[in-house]
């Protein structure tokens, strides 16, 4: 007969509650646990009749209970989407400034910080518009992103569980940025990964991970990121459609001011020679130094536009500042985004130029917008299959690693216990190699049929997120709380043997033989 008996320590639903876990006869588990209230709950587990152990009472101090618990106690806690949180500040409700203040402040420190307040894993993700923190484990965690930092209460947002994981596949799709469908967030998110890589070994490592590729896929699937939906790149897209190769053509930029940097950046990014101008010239020198043009005076401007491709003009004066006499002799295309119009109406009559005003790029702007919107539904689908997918895997993949870790137990356990049984045979008129196969077949058997239930409690405990069940399971088991190897694999984690692990007590004799 084998009589099965070890001990040790469990987390109980509650943070502050502690158990002893007893396991006695063959075929019957019991867990008798007993919290700082003395409060007492018996979880029976598919293997047998339930039998009340006796009530033990636990110091709830844990250095305490260390010593009073023969063994290596264990902190058992099961691993879920449910541990991830996020603290979010973004321009859906901040300001240019205070999400500055946010992002200004190194990333390895904010990682150091969020570890150090008990996050088991943490990622930062800081762009121009947003500020994120992720974290596996207790939600305080989050909170210390902004220590020190005056953030206004209506500027945060917090995610828990599949929501987070959810807002971060939409980031990385380029659903959750000022211009949808844009590119660089993609980039950014994949940055971040590479930052925090070493503390991404649990359940927030294959959410990233996913974030990624869904921001990949989405973009290959879906028109999300065609068009040109800001005013500066679209622009510059009417530009390149009117001449007939903007490499190889000269424009001179007219304003310095956020609308004149939207449109000279596009331009130059298409190889086109600028001349910069502005009203003050220290304005024209800063732009034309980023985009490696040309500064001019503003009165030089007449001068110069029979010499050019191209004229946009981007101020914000009252009234008309181009007529018919700045562009005679020219022939020109002119694009004025400036409101109220930069040149005047007379211009339009010139046979030699052609003007575009903002209406014409707000148009190919709205067209673009429209294309994308239409895509964002496609990358909404795409991001709600993803996070069912990526659900369905951590749940599997925290059942195949608590199966994993119990047959490993099981095997160790088994050779023990063979071995000690050959050893003690051998002593009294010694053992056949036959006899010896006989044994180790009689162990693998034992343990398999042992096993057989709880394996698919396990799976089943998993696919229905049943925590306490795995909690249960975890605790008599002493399953460690370590992430699996390989969070994406399709295959299960079967034993060698299939043998049955019953946890070691301090002194490695869980089990013996009578």
């Known amino acids: 007969m084998i009589a099965l008996e070890f001990t040790g320590l469990c987390n109980l639903p509650s943070r502050d509650e502690w158990g002893l876990v007893v396991v006695s006869t063959v075929g019957t588990l019991t867990a008798a646990g007993c919290s700082a209230r003395m409060s007492v709950r018996h979880m029976g587990w598919g293997m047998g009749p339930m039998d009340k152990s006796p009530v033990l009472e636990v110091p709830t101090d844990w250095e305490q209970s260390r010593e009073f618990i023969s063994g290596q106690p264990i902190r058992c806690r099961y691993k879920s ?32 910080r969020l570890s150090g307040a008990g996050a088991e894993e943490a ?32 500027t945060v947002q917090r995610f828990d569980g599949a929501a987070a994981a959810r807002h971060l596949l939409r980031v990385a799709a380029g659903l959750e940025s000022m211009v949808v469908g844009e590119d660089e967030i993609l980039g950014q998110v994949s940055a971040a990964q590479e930052e925090a890589l070493s503390s991404l070994d649990g359940t927030l490592g294959p959410v990233v991970e996913k974030a990624i590729r869904v ?67 220290e304005s024209a020198k800063d732009l034309a130094s980023r985009v490696d043009g040309t500064p001019i ?15 946009v003009t981007a101020t914000d004066a009252p009234h008309p500042i181009l007529d018919t006499g700045t562009f ?44 994308r919107t239409e895509a964002a539904a496609d990358a909404e689908t795409i991001v709600a299959a993803e996070i069912e997918a990526l659900e369905r895997n951590l749940k599997k993949r925290e059942a195949e690693s608590m199966l994993s870790a119990i047959y490993e137990r099981a095997e160790e356990l088994r050779r023990s216990e063979v071995s000690r049984a050959i050893n003690r045979l051998e002593e009294n008129g010694g053992i056949t190699d036959s006899e010896q196969e006989i044994l180790e077949q009689m162990g ?35 399953v460690p709380d370590s992430p699996p190897e390989d969070a994406e694999s399709d295959a299960p984690i079967e034993p060698r043997d299939h043998s049955d692990p019953a946890p070691e007590s301090g002194d490695g004799e869980t089990g013996h033989w009578d």
């Not at 992720?134 to 005056?150: F, I, M, Q």
């Not at 030089?300 to 491709?309: E, G, K, N, T």
């Open 81 to 112: 989407m449910n541990d991830l949180s996020a603290l979010v500040v973004s321009h859906k409700r901040a300001s240019v400034d205070q999400i500055s203040q946010l992002t200004e402040r190194p990333t390895d420190l904010l990682l150091d």
């Open 123 to 154: 990622y930062v993700l800081h762009t121009c518009n947003r500020a994120e923190y992720y974290v596996t484990g207790p939600t305080s965690a989050r909170e210390t992103a902004l220590d020190g930092v005056e953030v206004g209460s209506d």
């Open 215 to 281: 921001g990949k896929r989405v973009r290959s699937e879906t028109r999300i990121n065609e068009g040109n939906p800001s005013m500066g790149t679209a622009a510059a897209e009417l530009a390149s459609r009117q001449l007939d190769d903007i490499a190889e053509s000269r424009a001179i930029v007219i304003g310095a001011g956020e609308m004149g940097k939207l449109i000279a950046s596009p331009l130059a990014d298409r190889g086109a020679e600028l001349l910069v101008t502005n009203r003050t010239y």
């Open 297 to 311: 005076c503003f009165e030089a401007v007449q001068s110069r536009v029979q010499y050019v491709d191209l004229v």
């Open 328 to 371: 005679e002799g020219a022939d020109v295309i002119a694009l004025d985004l400036a409101n109220p119009p930069d040149i005047e109406p007379d211009v339009e009559e010139m046979a030699s130029i052609t003007v575009f005003d903002i209406d014409d790029i707000g148009t190919i702007v709205d067209s673009a917008m429209s294309r």
């Open 444 to 478: 693998s058997a034992l343990v398999k049929k042992l096993l057989s239930t709880p394996t698919q409690s396990i799976k089943d405990a998993a696919v229905s997120e049943d925590y306490e069940t795995l909690r249960t399971v975890a605790d008599v088991f002493q």
